[in-house]
């Protein structure tokens, strides 16, 4: 079975996983995919991650949440740019996440990176997602 959204369908089962309260999520992997949790490893939104490959079945990702007094870390997870519209902003143009709280993940010809470091190298490029 195909999946039209990859990304959007990590973040879910964050979102989901963090809704009932559970520690880690396994989630299909792929380069991009890795990219972006490097991302919000860096930011401080998860834990960490690693890939896991068990006798017979696809690698998968095994993704650590994080939680601070008993709430989750991330309070809002939202795909961007989707597969039937794309979104893609200028360096000038980079949406803010809450007044700089949170933080926009880019896909840029230099790498997958936020917001914050899209400016410092001046590269825009599509808007992956937005995390606060």
Known sequence: MSMTDPIGDMLTRI???????KNKVLSPTSRLR????????Q??????????ELEGKPPELEIEL???DGEPVIRDIRRVSKPGRRVYASVDSIPT???????SILSTSKG??????????????EVICTVF
């Open 112 to 125: 997958v990176m936020s917001d914050s470091d899209a400016r410092t190298n001046n590269v825009g490029g």
């Open 34 to 41: 890795e990219r972006v949790l490097a991302v919000l490893q």
């Open 15 to 21: 979102r989901n996983a963090q809704q009932r309260g």
């Open 66 to 68: 994080k939680y601070y």
């Open 97 to 103: 996440v809450f007044n700089g709280l949170g933080v």
């Open 43 to 52: 930011e401080g939104f998860i834990r960490g991650f690693a890939t896991t």
